[in-house]
């Protein structure tokens, strides 16, 4: 397995160390993931996402390529702002979801996951126009992941006011200093909770780490694992690749279509646009204490119509278990399904609208500070 | 020697479970501290039916977590004779006091066999060191 340059403090911090796409990563610390979790909805959670992949696209084709590519619209955003994402293949099917980020016209970062650095880096390396340069900067490019709402105090203390004051929603801030060291500071997060995804210089990322965990302390940081990150952003009704969004899946009738336009040509596109209304996606709470378990098969009226994608334990919402599903059936919010399990025991679930939480992502960042 | 805590005075299985001599060949069951700091946080524990017979090495037990569901293998072959209540309402006492107040459930057997077969503490810290240097 691969390790981030953080692995020995994650190991020194008692870390509960799993493989997550190739990478030995902390599921949770000895705080555990109740905890951490908690500290990212009402302090501030901080994350080692320097797993993730980087790739910096340059040259005249750039536009275009990203319309080739990207299932988005990046005629829509500007200098400075950064875009949500899906790469489709031919079948119109999710390869990865991406965040682009627009530095000018012919300068943009693409941010992809872990498991699929690779095969994302190939796949469009196949698709490169002529008048462009592609390179991957994932070994190179720390990045940590700092949200919750005191994380607006916290940078603004290191960083100065004025470096956040105007940072709205997705957008990011180049050449920002903290303390002596450089950082790309994206108002962008997997969490539904207003914060930062941060990048560095990889050399720089352990002692970033240090110093956010040392002076946030009075801010209720706290370091957060891959288990908190899941239960976040199910949370806050955001896919996971090789779940809700995956290659053998059309990416239609999912809450994820702002991040489809159909105003331009893109990889996939033909495919999808064929297949709509053949599968759709939707958030569920379960009733009782228990999570149904993985590959529970969901059924309506005695037939069988999806399977379960994803599962945990809420913990903003009480310790309710809930999920997301995939069907064959268009289901409106608050309909009851039931989830059968492997070993033949049934759940009363409901659909529902997403976000299950709502956090303070979007919130006015001048009302934070 | 481990990270972990390992009472001197239990038995242990390859899989993480504890079993303690209560006399008379009955025994108590719990998970290990190595167990109880890598499920994570308890949400809900499915224990066996009292005047259930159990098999050595079935899956009686099942621990969900905010994130996972882990079955839990019973060690001693006999019949469940007292489960703990207090799970019910309190699960996360598992994860948080696992060879006190987090014991599981307990089994009446008709021998000792399957307790001497498993490891004896010191056996079982050497298993884990190795483990945590693989």
Known sequence: MQKTPLFEKHVAMGATMAEFGGWDMPL????????????????????????????????????????????NDVTKIVDGQAQYNFMLNEKG?????????RFNEEKWMLVVNAGTQESDFEWLCKNKLPDMELKNISATTG??????????????????????????????????????????????????????????????????????????????????????RDTLRLEAGLPLSGHEVRPDVVATGTPWEFAISHEHEFIGKEALEAQKGTVFAYAITVEGRRKPGDHSKVMLNGREIGVLTSEIISVSLGMVPAGFIRTDTELAPESEIELLNEKGKSFKAFVKETPLVKGTSRKKMASML | MSNYSVPSNLRFSETHEWVEDLGNNKYRI??????????????????????????????????????????????ISGTVVTINEML???????????????????????????????????????????????
């Open chain 1, 28 to 71: 949770w610390y000895k705080t555990g993931q109740t905890a951490e979790h908690k500290a990212t909805r009402e302090n501030c959670g901080l994350f080692d996402i320097c797993h993730m992949g980087e790739y910096i696209v340059t040259g005249k084709d750039s536009y275009a390529f990203w319309q080739k590519i990207l299932t």
């Open chain 1, 93 to 101: 099917c999710v390869i990865d979801d991406c965040i682009v980020y």
């Open chain 1, 143 to 228: 990045k940590l992941d700092l949200q919750g709402p005191t994380a607006p105090k916290l940078v603004a203390e290191l960083a100065g006011r004025e470096a956040i004051e105007d940072l709205k929603f997705f957008r990011f801030a180049e050449n920002v200093n903290i303390c002596g060291i450089n950082v790309l500071l994206s108002r962008t997060g997997y969490t539904g909770e207003i914060g930062f995804e941060i990048y560095c210089d990889i050399n720089d990322v352990v002692k970033l780490w240090d110093l956010l965990l040392e002076k946030g302390q009075s801010y209720g940081i706290m370091a957060a694992g891959l288990g908190a």
């Open chain 2, 30 to 75: 719990g998970i290990s501290d190595f167990a109880a700091q890598h499920v994570g946080d308890i949400t809900y524990v499915e224990l066996p039916e009292i005047n259930e017979d159990v098999d050595n090495e079935s899956v009686v037990c099942n621990i969900e977590t905010v994130k996972s569901s882990e079955d839990i293998n019973n060690q």
């Open chain 2, 88 to 134: 019910s309402e309190n699960p996360e006492i598992v994860g948080a006091d696992c060879y006190g107040d987090g014991w599981l459930y307990e089994v009446q057997s008709d021998s000792d066999e399957d307790f001497k077969a498993l490891m004896s503490a010191d056996e079982y810290d050497k298993f884990l060191d190795e483990q945590d240097d693989e």
